[in-house]
């Protein structure tokens, strides 16, 4: 974060990222805090360091037996929900300690069927340090605006591969690279953090087999979850608008739906 222009604090054993904006003051969140018991402290710091707005997703899940009196304590201290949520507020998660066997099972027909026919079409799949293979595929399925991605996906690269990052690139019979995905790990976890195709690659089936080798390489290295880092969720229909197509693309993995509390935010 800090390599992207982003100042960090740690302030009760919680990291606040900051950006500076002129005129303004700072503009701040804090994702997936695990303690909240600071939060009148927060709104200080908030006074005393300028924060103009402040944007937190709470690490509870709506199935946590403190969900309700958490919302009430956050409407109460005056915070709003964010309908534009910054952390994904709804995600599938799939168990690794399952077999592969049973969790190619725990797809559905259409996905085992995109694994066979990418198979077949003689898609392959390498765990590679190719990044800018990758980049490419992502700038040219998202052009124009995957030109501004570049700087981001390259400061994950350099922080985090190679010891918590894996790239995945898929490559046709012809060897051309037509498809990749970027897995994160943190605690046991492996998090889908990009993915890319080329309309080829998707014609091909290459996204489909990609997950299938991602669950395995994840496993391998030890992981237990698999975190495909967020859905649509249907609270939040404008700002799910976008996410439909690889919220049905991601459901036919099988795996439990996880969803965490809304995010929340101060005014200006």
């Known amino acids: 974060m800090e390599d992207l222009g982003w ?3 740690l302030f009760n054993k919680t990291i606040i990222y900051l950006k500076k904006i002129p005129l303004m003051g700072y503009f701040s969140k804090i994702p997936r805090p695990d303690n909240l018991t600071f939060f009148p402290e927060l709104l200080n710091l908030r006074k005393k360091m300028k924060i103009f707005k402040l944007n937190i997703a709470p690490n509870i899940l709506s199935s946590d037996s403190d969900y309700d009196s958490q919302k009430k304590y956050f409407f109460d201290s005056g915070l709003s929900v964010n309908y534009f949520p910054f952390n ?3 995600t599938i998660r799939i168990s690794l300690d399952n077999s592969i066997t049973d969790i190619i099972q725990s797809f559905d027909e259409t996905k085992r069927r995109a694994v066979r026919r ?5 898609v392959y799949i390498k765990e590679t340090d190719d990044f800018d293979s990758f980049i490419k595929i992502r700038k040219k399925q998202y052009f124009p605006l995957g030109l501004l991605l570049s700087k981001e996906m390259k400061m994950l690269w350099k922080n985090f591969y190679p010891k918590s990052a894996s790239l995945l690139l898929a490559y046709s019979k012809d060897d051309k690279p037509i498809a990749g995905i970027l897995l994160l790990y943190y605690e046991k976890m492996a998090y889908y953090w990009y993915a890319s195709a080329l309309k080829v690659g998707k014609k091909l089936f290459a996204p489909t087999l990609l997950v299938f080798e ?4 994840a496993k391998k290295k030890g992981n237990r979850i698999f975190d495909f880092e967020g859905i649509a969720d249907e609270r939040f229909p404008e700002a799910s608008k976008s996410w439909k197509g690889f919220t049905k693309f991601k459901e036919g993995f099988g795996g439990q739906v996880i969803t965490f509390m809304e995010n929340y935010q101060t005014g200006s």
Not at 118 to 122: D, I, S
Not at 214 to 217: C, G, H
Request: glycine share 0%.
């Open 7 to 9: 100042k960090t604090i």
């Open 88 to 90: 994904p507020t709804t």
């Open 118 to 122: 990418a198979l077949k079409n003689e």
């Open 214 to 217: 991602a669950l395995k390489l």
